[in-house]
């Protein structure tokens, strides 16, 4: 009779816990931490790009593609076409390299 007695007191005392509103905001927040982390950090979240050291191409073409973009040829200018209005730019003074 003690085992049944105990286990009904404990089932009680179980009961009446979680029935208290801090307990319930602890589960949910706990829950909740979880879905977060399943979210931001699953294995369908991995970055699909390559480092800078691996990702180095000599054209923006060579980029492109590697990227699986669709490259169309552009249209050639006319002839005829006017220049550009505005200042002429300098080249640069230090130009950065690679």
Do not use: C
Not at 59 to 76: F, H, Q, S, V
Request: proline fraction near 11%; avoid cysteine.
């Amino acid at each position: 009779m003690d085992s049944t007695m105990a286990t009904d007191r404990f089932a009680n005392s179980m009961s009446s816990a979680l029935r208290h509103p801090g307990v319930i905001a602890l589960i949910v927040a706990a829950l909740t931490i979880a879905a977060m982390l399943i979210v931001d950090h699953g294995p369908w979240n991995r970055a699909k790009t390559q480092p800078a050291h691996v990702a180095m191409y000599a054209t923006t073409g060579e980029a492109a593609r590697a990227a699986g973009a669709k490259i169309l040829p552009t249209e050639p200018h006319s002839p005829i076409e006017p220049e550009r209005a505005g200042p002429k730019t300098s080249p640069t003074v230090n130009p950065v390299t690679p």
